[in-house]
C-alpha cells in the first residue's frame, strides 16, 4: 500500500458526488429530495471552493434545463433526484437526447408511486429510466451496487455522457445512497477522464457554424459550445445545420443516428459483473442493492452444492443482451430478485422461454434479504 | 436606414408570423436595441420556449437557444451562471412564460439574476391555435373559452415587480421608439429585467371577438387608442383601467445581481483557501 492512498468510510451519495468532483464537474442544478439531498448538499459547499457553480432551482424541470444550459456553454453538468423529480426531468431527459447535450442525471430510487415511501429503498425507476421520456430516444443508464461503485461509475457516467453527448442516468438507490462503507479514493489521473469531442478535430473548421450537426457516420454531433460560434439548439427535429427541418429523410437520419451513436458501441457502453455463471444451473439477473443479497445467496447456494451463478448488469441500459444470453441459454432456471414487481424480469423474458424465468418481487420497502432467495432457488432444485 | 442584415439570418426568412402580428415589429425593436448595446454577437444567447414568439432565436444572428416550452428561463439560468459574461436574452409568449413557465418566471425575478425577459403578450396561444391564456382579457371568446373567458388575467408588471424584478417597463407593439427605449435600457440594466409588449393575434383572437376588432389594423390601432402612459394612469376610473394597457418604466432599480454574487464568493473563499 503507498503512502499516498486515501480511504474513506463513506455514504454512497457523498461517493457519487465525490466521484463527480473528480470526473470534473463544474456545474449542478438541484431540487431537495430524498433520499438524494447529500449529493446537492455536497456540491454547495465543494463546487464554489473550486470555481464551479451551484444553484439550488425552483424545482426539477427547471434543474435539469439549468444544467443542460450549463453543457451548452461547455460545463460538466449534473443533477441528483430521486423518483417523482425524476418524473419531473423526463421531459427535458428527452430534450438532451435529441440535441445532443451532455449531462448526468442521478436517480436515487424511493418506494413508488407518487410520493410513496421516500425514506425507503425501491428499485421503482428501472424502466422509467429507459421508457420515461416521449418518442424513440437513447439511453445509457449505470446501476451500482456498492459504495466505491458510486463513486467509479459516476465518473464513468460523466465521461460516457461526454463522448456519445448524451444524458447518462445514475440509478442509486436508498440503500446504496446511504450505505456507509470503506472505500479508496483513486488517486488523480488513476482513472481515464474523457472530455468532449472538440468540433475541430471532428469536422472542418469551416463547417462549423454552418453545419455543427454534421455527423460522420454514427458518431455524436460535435457541435462547438456557445460563444465560440453562433449555432442554433433546437429540441425540434433538425437537419445538419441544426435548424428544424419536417424532411423526412432527414428526420429519420437524426432519430437513427442518436441512438445508433451508442448501440453500435455497445463495447463502449457495456459492463457488468459474472459471478459463478460458466456452469450456472441457475442463473441469478440482480442489480443495484438487489445484487447484494443475491451474490451472497450464489454463494451460500454454492457451498451448498447448489450450481447458482449472478449477472449483474452494470450497464443497465443498453442490456448487455449479447453477455446474458451466453449465460442465460444453458441455465434451466433464470431467477430475478428485485424490488419492484418485475420490471427487470420482463428484460430476461425477451431472451428466454417464459417459462423459465422465477421472479423474487418485494415492494414493502424493505430490502431483498439473500434468504428469500436461496429458499426460493431450493424450492426449484 | 438601420441595416438590419448584420443581425439576421436571412435565410431563414421568410418568417412563420402572420400578417398583423406585432412579433417582427419587436424582433426590429430587439435588434436595434441590442445594436445601440454594441455587444459582441458571439457573446449573446438568446434564449426561447414554445410558440409563435420562441421562433424568433432562428432568425437572430447570435447564439440561439429554442428549449421547451415554459422553459426558456430554466436554460438561461444555467447559461447566465455558467457564463455571466454572455448576456443573455429571453423571449417568450404570455402562455409560454406565464402560465407554463410562471414558476421560472417568478423565482427568476426574485433571484435578480443578470438576463432581460421579454413577453410578447398577445393575450392568446398563437400556435395552437387560438385558446385563453393568463392574459386573455375577461370575457373574451377564444377558441376554449367559446362562451366569453371567465378567468381574471394577470398583470405582468405587477407579477414582476412582486417577485423581486430589477427593472419593468411595458410598451406596446404601436409605440415603437418607446419600445426601442425600453428595450434598450432592460439590456443594459444590471438584474433581472422585463419588458412587457402589448401585442396582438388577428389570426387566432381578433377574428372571434368581431365586435372589438373587423381587422388585423384594428388590433393595432385598439393599442394605440388604449395606451395610457403612467404618469397618467391614476386619473382613470377603474373601468377605463380594466381598458386600458398603461406603459411605462415601473420599477428601476439596484439590487445586488445573482451571479456577481455567486463571483464574490467564489473570490472570497479562494482568498481564505490561499
Known amino acids: 500500500m503507498s503512502k499516498q492512498e486515501k480511504f474513506e468510510f463513506i455514504q454512497g451519495n457523498l461517493a457519487c458526488a465525490k466521484g463527480a468532483a473528480y470526473a470534473g464537474c463544474d456545474f449542478f442544478g438541484g431540487y431537495p429530495i430524498t433520499p438524494s439531498t447529500e449529493i446537492a448538499e455536497f456540491m454547495s459547499g465543494y463546487l464554489p471552493k473550486k470555481g464551479g457553480k451551484f444553484i439550488q432551482m425552483e424545482d426539477e424541470i427547471s434543474s435539469i434545463g439549468s444544467i443542460i444550459g450549463a453543457s451548452l456553454v461547455g460545463k460538466k453538468a449534473m443533477t441528483a433526484t430521486s423518483g417523482p423529480g425524476f418524473s419531473l426531468m423526463q421531459e427535458l431527459l428527452g430534450y438532451a437526447c435529441i440535441a445532443e447535450v451532455p449531462i448526468v442525471i442521478v436517480d436515487i430510487m424511493r418506494g413508488g408511486p407518487s410520493t410513496g415511501l421516500p425514506t425507503a429503498p425501491a428499485q421503482s425507476d428501472l424502466q422509467q429510466a429507459k421508457w420515461g421520456t416521449h418518442g424513440d430516444h437513447p439511453v445509457i443508464a449505470l446501476i451500482p451496487n456498492s459504495v466505491e461503485e458510486m463513486f467509479t461509475e459516476t465518473v464513468r457516467a460523466f465521461n460516457l455522457a461526454e463522448y456519445f453527448r448524451t444524458p447518462v442516468i445514475v440509478l442509486g438507490d436508498e440503500i446504496i445512497g ?97 459471478l459463478e455463471v460458466e456452469d450456472a444451473e441457475i442463473l441469478v439477473l440482480a442489480v443495484g442493492s438487489a445484487s447484494r443479497a443475491a451474490e451472497e445467496a450464489v454463494l451460500e447456494l454454492r457451498e451448498q452444492g447448489v450450481k447458482a451463478g449472478l449477472f449483474r448488469p452494470i450497464t443497465l441500459w443498453p442490456f448487455p443482451k449479447a453477455e446474458f444470453r451466453k449465460y442465460a441459454k444453458h441455465a434451466k432456471w433464470i431467477v430475478v430478485p428485485e424490488m419492484n414487481l418485475g420490471q427487470l424480469k420482463v428484460v430476461a423474458e425477451r431472451f428466454v422461454k417464459l417459462e423459465k424465468v422465477v421472479p423474487i418481487n418485494l415492494v414493502n420497502g424493505e430490502p431483498l434479504n439473500p434468504e428469500l432467495i436461496i429458499s426460493t432457488i431450493k424450492r426449484l432444485v | 436606414m438601420f441595416n438590419y442584415s448584420e443581425y439576421l439570418r436571412e435565410e431563414k426568412l421568410p418568417h412563420i408570423w402572420c400578417p398583423g402580428c406585432g412579433h417582427g415589429i419587436v424582433t426590429k425593436s430587439l435588434i436595434r436595441a441590442v445594436d445601440k448595446a454594441g455587444w459582441d454577437k458571439d457573446k449573446i444567447v438568446l434564449v426561447s420556449g414554445i410558440g409563435c414568439a420562441s421562433r424568433l432565436p432562428g432568425y437572430i444572428d447570435v447564439n440561439t437557444l429554442h428549449t421547451a416550452h415554459g422553459r426558456a428561463l430554466a436554460f438561461a439560468t444555467g447559461i447566465k451562471l455558467a457564463r455571466p459574461d454572455m448576456h443573455v436574452i429571453v423571449v417568450s409568449g404570455d402562455g409560454d412564460g406565464l402560465a407554463i413557465g410562471g414558476n421560472h418566471f417568478i423565482h427568476a425575478c426574485r433571484r435578480n439574476i443578470d438576463i432581460t425577459t421579454i413577453i410578447f403578450n398577445n393575450g392568446i396561444y398563437g400556435m395552437t391555435g387560438g385558446q385563453y391564456s393568463p392574459t386573455t382579457a375577461y370575457g373574451d371568446k377564444t377558441s376554449t373559452s367559446p362562451f366569453g373567458n371567465m378567468e381574471p388575467n394577470f398583470d405582468v408588471v405587477d407579477i414582476s415587480i412582486g417577485a423581486g424584478a430589477t427593472f419593468v417597463a411595458r410598451g406596446t407593439s404601436y409605440h415603437v421608439p418607446q419600445l426601442d427605449n425600453y428595450i434598450y435600457k432592460a439590456l443594459t440594466h444590471k438584474g433581472f429585467s422585463v419588458v412587457d409588449v402589448a401585442e396582438a393575434c388577428f389570426t387566432t383572437h381578433g377574428r372571434k371577438n368581431k365586435n372589438k376588432y373587423k381587422t388585423n389594423i384594428d388590433m393595432l390601432k385598439w393599442q394605440k387608442d388604449h395606451a395610457v402612459p403612467r404618469s397618467k394612469a391614476d386619473a382613470l376610473t377603474d373601468e377605463e383601467r380594466e381598458n386600458a394597457i398603461i406603459t411605462g418604466i415601473f420599477k428601476d432599480s439596484v439590487r ?15 482568498t481564505k483557501g490561499e
Not at chain 1, 454552418?210 to 433546437?234: E, M, Q
Not at chain 1, 429519420?252 to 463502449?268: F, S
Open chain 1, 178 to 274: 446511504h450505505m456507509r462503507e470503506k472505500i479508496r479514493i483513486p488517486e488523480p489521473g488513476e482513472l481515464q477522464i474523457v472530455n468532449r469531442t472538440r468540433p475541430s478535430t471532428a469536422a472542418p473548421e469551416t463547417d462549423l457554424v454552418t453545419t455543427p450537426y454534421h455527423a460522420l457516420g454514427n458518431d455524436p454531433a460535435t457541435l462547438p459550445k456557445f460563444g465560440k460560434s453562433r449555432i442554433h439548439v433546437t429540441g425540434l427535429n433538425h437537419d445538419i445545420t441544426g435548424f428544424p427541418t419536417s424532411d423526412s429523410e432527414m428526420v429519420g437520419d437524426l432519430n437513427t443516428r442518436i441512438i445508433a451513436k451508442i448501440y453500435e458501441q455497445r463495447d463502449i457502453v457495456d459492463n457488468f459483473q459474472l
Open chain 2, 256 to 270: 445586488p445581481e445573482f451571479t456577481e454574487r455567486y463571483d464574490e464568493l467564489i473570490k472570497q473563499l479562494k
